[in-house]
């Protein structure tokens, strides 16, 4: 066969590139150079194509990498380079710095595990801010193989590169040791940067304030993929990342795996999945959810959104009925991992249980390592004969024996879609597993089969198409024919148009002159107007001025109506106050006058009773004294004069009871100017006539409107009223 020159020429290249690389790896590792050895690093050389340079694991360091940087440096082909678990460190990091300034072709970027530190990534990320093709970059490290650290410091220089950088869109920087302060000084870089989709930050001991942060930036980017297992965010970093879910509308994949999330956790976020409409896989192995975390978010799978796929591996769980229920309600759900719990015959049961109904989309179970025995293989043998959407189960790690092993190879035989079955560390005997193994194989080609049907039933479809395709071609086909037509008539019309358009022009001549008459007389009219413009905008600002003016008089008027209006409201409101609460005292006095009136008539009325009996008391007396005067007893010794005495203390007293009555009923309210037993004793009896004295004081005492006391004498010589 004759080679074609340009097949020669990369011939000649890749002998070139295996030879220069060759000698570079055998400085980096310090042995020398043979045929032998050349010959094997040419195999290895062998996987590496055209647009991608493989050199994963192959001991490379400095001199490799500066080989690389000269090899690939103007190559336009070259896309991808692969150069993890080698050992290039700062200084090879540093060459292929300078590969990325200058070559325009790649766009994927693999230094895994390099031992790269500060110095090589700030290398790499300043090349990476003016670069305008690398869309991956991955430096991540794997434990104990010569792990990359870039740290908090280097972060600032990632951070620079997201500010500038418009074409990234995968990061990993996965085991770099970058800590909290690296990870905020990484999300000044995210405020301003809109493309980059995925990115892993997983174990950097991030912890849950910087989670938090995370959070806040998950809604002002386009992150759609997030790592961030083994970073100790906790409950309150779980929180953060609840909130950003409710609202993030671009997030898929959230990984929170190992970060001690617990029950507080579990429930925000399955609070979080019941209104989040674009998460697809949420990974939560190795946390403490426990079993009742497990319930807060399996109530969310009642209310099914797009959650497709749920990891919950080695969470402590033993029951998970809630789970069985939320899957029984879920149509979205196709990938479930339980795997390294204590769910036991009974749990396993309930969730594979739902693997018989129709609506039950799931077709990756992983319930490995949870103390399953052969009851839950029976039952599963059964499920799976009436189950065709199933196609990958893990029972790997459990007390399956040969009993349940048979009985899934024989459903497995009604069951085609089935390809992937993992009894390993079972008590299965190896027979067994390589009947099942080739089952297995059988249906992956039956599978492949009905690939194959569907790929044929799609091409007779694009053979139809292809028809219809062929038809709208002819159709297009008279569509120019008749563009073509309407293109002539248009070169004819064009040329007629120039024609005219000389025409015009000579015209057009003789306008532009009269313009340029024209245009002067304008440019005159327009200074004047602009003039004019000038004095009625100075107008105008004094004529605004004036009305602003008036305007603020105006405000200050109504102010003070305003303020005026107040005040007669105020004054209203206390008059009205003051006159109820007289007319209030009013209508207390006339009351109080009108008990008093009362009070007097009663008075008035006790009085005539009173005087009425003391003028019988009087007469009594009199008559009495007259008896004694007559009779001659004890009371002849007392001179005439006593007698006459005690008869005018007795008249005195019935008439000023009389006066005082009448005054009463005249005035009422007024009473006495002086007591009956003052006259009384102005009579000059010297108080000796007792019965006389006793009845001016009753007289007196009634006169005051009292009740005046009894004597013995007088109540037993008077009657009732």
């Known amino acids: 066969l004759v080679v074609p020159p340009r097949a020669r020429m990369n011939a000649l290249l890749a002998d070139r590139t295996v030879r220069l690389l060759f000698e570079a790896k055998c400085k980096d ?12 690093w040419r195999r290895v050389m062998e996987r590496c194509t055209d647009t991608v340079v493989d050199l994963r694991h192959c001991e490379l360091g400095e001199h490799s990498a500066q080989a690389i940087d000269e090899i690939l440096r103007e190559d336009e082909n070259i896309t991808t380079l692969l150069l993890a678990g080698n050992l290039i460190r700062d200084n090879g990091a540093s060459s292929i710095a300078q590969l990325v300034q200058t070559n325009t072709t790649l766009t994927s970027l693999d230094l895994r595990s390099n031992d790269i530190g500060m110095a090589g990534g700030i290398a790499l990320f300043d090349a990476l801010a003016l670069n305008q093709t690398v869309t991956e970059v991955d430096l991540s490290g794997v434990s104990g193989i010569n792990r990359n650290h870039i740290g908090s410091k280097g972060a600032l220089a990632i951070a620079n590169t997201l500010t500038k950088n418009r074409v990234l869109y995968k990061l990993a920087l996965r085991e770099n040791g970058l800590g909290a302060d690296g990870l905020a000084s990484l999300m000044k870089g995210f405020a301003t940067n809109k493309t980059l989709e995925v990115l892993d930050v997983t174990s950097n001991g991030i912890g849950s304030p910087c989670g938090a942060l995370i959070a806040e930036f998950i809604l002002v980017t386009g992150l759609r993929y997030l790592y961030l297992g083994r970073n100790n965010i906790g409950d309150n970093g779980a929180c953060a990342f609840a909130d950003a879910l409710r609202h993030s509308e671009t997030l898929e994949y959230l990984d929170l795996s190992e970060n001690r999330i617990g029950v507080r956790g579990g ?40 959650l497709s796929t749920l990891m919950l591996g080695q969470n402590n769980i033993d029951d998970v009925a809630a789970l069985a229920e939320g899957i029984k309600h879920n149509k979205t759900l196709t990938s479930l991992d339980v795997s390294k719990n204590k769910i036991g015959d009974a749990g396993a049961a309930l969730l594979l249980a739902n693997l018989k109904l129709r609506t039950c989309k799931l077709t990756t179970v992983d319930v490995s390592a949870n103390n399953l025995s052969d009851a839950v293989g029976l039952e599963l043998s059964e499920i799976l004969v009436e189950n065709g959407t199933l196609t990958s189960l893990n029972l790997k790690n459990n007390y399956l024996t ?6 899934l190879l024989k459903s497995m035989k009604k069951n085609g879609a089935l390809r992937e079955l993992d009894l390993n560390y079972n008590d299965v005997s190896y027979k067994l597993l390589k009947e099942i193994t080739k089952r297995i194989q059988k249906n992956q080609v039956q599978w492949m089969g009905c690939m194959i049907q569907r790929c044929q039933s799609e091409i007779s479809m694009l053979e139809k198409n292809h028809d219809q395709l062929h038809q709208k071609e002819e159709e297009l086909g008279q569509l120019r024919a008749r563009n073509k037509e309407s293109q002539d008539r248009l070169h004819q019309a064009m040329h007629a148009l120039e024609q005219v358009e000389d025409a015009f022009k000579q015209e057009a001549r003789t306008w532009h002159e009269g313009i340029a008459e024209h245009t002067k007389e304008i440019a005159r009219c327009e200074a004047a107007y602009q003039e004019l413009g000038k004095r009625l905008q100075a107008m105008k600002a004094e004529k605004d001025q004036k009305m602003r003016a008036l305007v603020n008089k105006l405000h200050k008027h109504k102010d003070l109506a305003s303020k005026t209006d107040k005040r007669l409201v105020q004054k209203r409101r206390e008059l009205e106050d003051t006159r109820q609460s007289l007319d209030k005292e009013i209508a207390q006095l006339s009351e109080v006058r009108k008990q008093a009136v009362e009070e007097r008539q009663t008075a008035a009325e006790v009085r005539d009773h009173v005087v009425t009996q003391v003028e019988e008391l009087s007469r009594r007396l009199n008559v009495a004294d007259e008896d004694t005067a007559g009779g001659g007893g004890d009371a002849a010794g007392k001179p005439a004069a006593q007698r006459s ?7 005195a007293s019935a008439r000023l009871l009389r006066s ?31 019965a006389r004295s ?23 010589s008077t009657k009732p009223p």
Not at 402 to 407: K, L, Q, S, V
């Open 645 to 651: 005495a005690s008869a005018n203390a007795g008249a």
């Open 660 to 690: 005082s009555s009448a005054a009463a009923r005249q005035r009422p309210g007024a009473g006495p100017s002086r007591s009956p037993s003052t006259l009384v004793a102005s009579g000059g009896n010297g108080g000796k006539l007792t």
């Open 402 to 407: 040969d009993a349940a092993a048979r009985a």
């Open 29 to 40: 590792i310090g042995l020398a150079p043979t045929e032998a050895k050349e010959k094997r």
């Open 267 to 306: 429930k925000v976020l399955g609070d979080a999945l019941k209104t989040c409409r674009g998460l697809t896989t949420l990974d939560l192995t190795l946390n403490e959810l426990g079993s009742i975390g497990l319930k807060h978010l399996s109530d969310a799978l009642k209310e099914p959104r797009s």
């Open 694 to 716: 006793t009845i001016a004081r009753s007289a007196s005492t009634l006169a005051r409107g009292q009740t005046p006391p009894r004597s013995p004498a007088v109540a037993a």
